[in-house]
């Protein structure tokens, strides 16, 4: 990954594969002053996709940053049918914290932002318990406690959706947050709701992935973080990694092991989110390194 | 692993969890004139089942090898309702290739049988395919090709099991073996036919599992290594692995990076199998390292 | 690792190797009343050393706590010139943290300490830089500011370790603490003092690893956690572990990634500190798991 | 990694980073009618180094495959003093083997080559033992024998080049060949001697370090495959791997795990090699992966 003092611009684009469609985009980058620090591109000739990532220098770039867009969509996206998002290095996302009884995965992303590790900004914590109220307060961060029952489930997700509004979150990540989020809910955040699953997922979906873990033998056991989508368990995942474990573990030793792993594998996709190095298509994730 | 020049004996030992049991067996070895070298022991105290390994010196052991297994069984383990084996360091085991098309693994056992890696007789290989038939006898191996078709399925399973009794074969190596074996054919070989499966189980289980694999977009791969029960996929796990695999690998790239991981997952399940450091209970392993 | 509510002790021993020596120990304990959990127990061939850990339940034994040692000592480790360390379940050692001013280990372990994931108690942090005090005592831990220079480094040490006595600090962990202890500090605490190196060693060691290891253009990078002695960088490994890296790795990448690396490797090294996991010999060390 | 059924061309770039590189050779690939199929670009922002790797579709591409070269030197390349390589995805590049006694790494090449897995021509192997002689010539592969002492190394190496241009070679494999190539011998083909080397450079360069290895008390150990260079153990790193070790792993134990890491590690190496994803510069590799 290139690092440059200057401001720089990253295009993430798809579309169906066609001849020419490099060299319009950097035709269009190149003509117009951009230096390109960075490009990736590669085709799904299954599915007959490209996909590119392209970072460029802004510096003598003549396109003014809030005209981008609109001249990259008339002059390229366009004929191509490309999706396309645009993102700028010096932009500091929102993120809204969500959280339960678990710490671990938390305390972590706490750590990270307090010490600068993230260009985040995380003005909003949000919790269906009290327990990480103390821990987000003397870190200055608003804590909204919303209790949740079978008979208020509606209506509180309708504050929180208020809530995130109110403090302008672009994304959420879900910090083992042990609560089922509604169709709707996940729709007002298409690909920004980052959760993790302590499991090595397909294998052992659902609520208690080490017991399962445990019972069936397996030698290693994993984490993964996905998108959030409708269905349970089976948003586009961004991260997944493993670890070693032994008969003489016990299904609390694959907790303790795994909550290192969660939190690590939840921390790289924050970090990919962040650095826009995700594009999603088909419920499959591109993730640009 | 200790190694020693002299002659050594190993016990792999279950049974319900009780006082005395440790020291019941060391007492045997000792109060015998055995040296012991290695000793592993734990208690699944969920199920309070204990589990041993324990490895001695049989330089100046009093009791002949062919009566070991008589003596511990009347002295110790009756008592403590044990399960056990007993294997000596100079023991040649002999294995049963069983092999169809696809040949990395099958050729990686016969290239570390040709090293001399394993301590391991290899004096049969089965096939329902005739590819590998030059190679097998080029090493100057019985290869006996038993093609399969649903007619005459259980007519060429007696035949292979025959030419197993035959053979004097101990174990069998399901080397990519693209068949179901019967029940029956299992229930004459148990917790002795290892087999490779080309996912991380219980991920994945079937047929086409890179296939599966690409299409859930998952971000690592893996092959599992266990022995074969009458349920397809879903023996006790002995190994398994991991490889990282990125959105630009097609299912082909999955294929070509899990070749390499079968053949290592399964190369070291044989190993743990030669070395005695097996033992199932409850149709999970424990593997003494 | 078995989990039993009631009371265990642990012996970790060492000694030449000799026949008798597991039934001896096994003895002492079963006669005494002692159910046996784990035993985990090799010998060094080469160097023809005994290494033991040992685990058991202490409801039914019949030796008060604080005489088990002598007793153990008389009636077994003399015969045998153990060296023995005995250590028990409901022990809580004393931390203390050497910190200088990055923070990820540093927060890691107070994550962890707050979490309540080790049984531990943290009275003292020490550093050479302020910038983590507010962190220390929003938990309530002490925290002494000494400032380090060429001309006042005997005289700072000297009150380290007044204060690692007044705070009766079983054992040390230095969290990137960038400064060189004495010879004389360090026998003050031989094999309790834990140190996190931020490089695969013994490749890189000294002051700059990721820059060594970018110009030098490995494709994986490490960090490894030793015993501190007087020799820099050359102490027992207690654990290793390692990320893949790329030609588009900047140093800058290397360090944000050795910086998730760093703050686990600590973190097990810790842990296996605290569960008497650890046995020193000749330099290395031994890890019972 | 993109396959296509029909003929494409890979160009390997590095130069003086500027404006308008990328734009130039995208230019020159669609104008002339080709379909880039995969594009892999960044620059090393400390040296100012443009690197990429490029592949196109030349179904429909106007200029003959003899010509490209020529055309792309005059039109783009000389413009920003590029360093270039062109390939094209039919060519069957010609490997020599060189091996030893040490079987593992060449089994594992021969049982590949058997497989069909490379796209390589493997006409001469070279020994200076006549131990896989045998194995070699079932395999149909021309074995020359040549002997090594001090009297006659400058005579026999004289011999290896003259055999290596009888046989058109393209580059070298040393599989485990445990002698030293002159600096003469190596400058016949730069960055086209691809070695093994059984540590994890730059910790234990030399001859035994799984020794060194075990003496230090390492927790991992690992491989390392390299462009061999005038300078022992220190040429450009193509790829490197590890595996977990422990306390009771003796040097034979190490040297068991470390021969599988080997021959998967010089593997992976000897693919990239074949697949044009290496690029050398300033003695580090760019892996295009």
Same mark, same amino acid.
């Given at each position: 990954?290139?690092?440059?003092? +200057?401001?720089?611009?990253?295009?993430?684009?798809?579309?169906?594969?066609?001849?020419?469609?490099?060299?319009?985009?950097?035709? /269009?980058? /190149?003509?117009?002053?951009?230096?390109?620090?960075?490009?990736?591109?590669? =085709?799904?000739?299954?599915?007959?996709? $490209? $996909?590119?990532?392209?970072?460029?220098?802004?510096?003598?770039?003549?396109?003014?940053?809030?005209?981008?867009?609109?001249?990259?969509?008339? &002059?390229?996206?366009?004929?191509?049918?490309?999706?396309?998002?645009?993102?700028?290095?010096?932009?500091?996302?929102?993120? %809204?914290?969500?959280?339960?009884?678990?710490?671990?995965? $938390?305390?972590?992303?706490?750590?990270?932002? *307090?010490?600068?590790?993230?260009?985040?900004?995380?003005?909003?914590?949000?919790?269906?318990?009290?327990?990480?109220?103390? %821990?987000?307060?003397?870190?200055?961060? !608003?804590?909204?406690?919303?209790?949740?029952?079978? *008979?208020?489930? %509606?209506?509180?997700?309708?504050?929180?959706?208020?809530?995130?509004?109110?403090?302008?979150?672009?994304?959420? =990540?879900? %910090?083992?947050?042990?609560?089922?989020?509604?169709?709707?809910?996940?729709?007002?955040?298409?690909?920004?709701?980052?959760?993790? #699953? #302590?499991?090595? &997922?397909?294998? $052992?979906?659902?609520?208690?992935?080490?017991?399962?873990? #445990? *019972?069936?033998?397996?030698?290693?056991?994993?984490?993964? +973080?996905?998108?959030?989508?409708? *269905?349970?368990?089976?948003?586009?995942?961004?991260?997944?990694?493993?670890?070693?474990? +032994?008969?003489?573990?016990?299904?609390?030793?694959?907790?303790?092991?795994?909550? !290192?792993?969660?939190?690590?594998?939840?921390?790289?996709?924050?970090?990919?989110?962040? #650095?826009?190095?995700?594009?999603?298509?088909?419920?499959?994730?591109?993730? /640009?390194?």
């Amino acid at each position: 990954m290139n690092n440059t003092a +200057s401001k720089s611009a990253v295009l993430l684009i798809h579309c169906p594969d066609q001849k020419g469609i490099v060299i319009s985009i950097t035709e /269009f980058i /190149f003509k117009n002053g951009g230096n390109i620090l960075y490009l990736d591109q590669h =085709v799904d000739t299954e599915r007959q996709v $490209f $996909f590119m990532r392209i970072e460029w220098d802004l510096h003598d770039f003549v396109i003014a940053d809030g005209k981008i867009g609109e001249y990259f969509e008339t &002059l390229v996206a366009k004929r191509f049918s490309m999706n396309w998002q645009l993102h700028f290095s010096n932009e500091v996302p929102r993120m %809204a914290l969500f959280v339960s009884k678990q710490p671990h995965c $938390f305390y972590d992303i706490l750590a990270r932002y *307090e010490a600068g590790e993230w260009q985040v900004e995380i003005p909003l914590i949000i919790s269906n318990h009290t327990d990480m109220q103390t %821990a987000a307060e003397r870190q200055g961060i !608003d804590f909204v406690y919303l209790p949740l029952s079978a *008979e208020n489930r %509606a209506e509180q997700e309708h504050k929180q959706l208020e809530l995130l509004q109110e403090y302008r979150i672009d994304f959420i =990540v879900l %910090a083992r947050y042990m609560q089922i989020l509604s169709d709707n809910f996940i729709d007002n955040y298409p690909d920004r709701i980052i959760n993790i #699953h #302590h499991s090595f &997922l397909p294998a $052992f979906p659902g609520a208690r992935p080490y017991h399962s873990a #445990h *019972e069936r033998g397996v030698k290693i056991i994993g984490a993964t +973080s996905h998108y959030a989508t409708a *269905e349970l368990d089976t948003g586009p995942i961004i991260e997944q990694d493993v670890v070693r474990v +032994s008969h003489e573990n016990s299904v609390e030793d694959m907790i303790r092991k795994g909550r !290192d792993l969660e939190k690590m594998v939840l921390a790289r996709a924050v970090w990919h989110h962040l #650095h826009h190095n995700l594009l999603v298509y088909e419920n499959r994730t591109v993730v /640009f390194e």
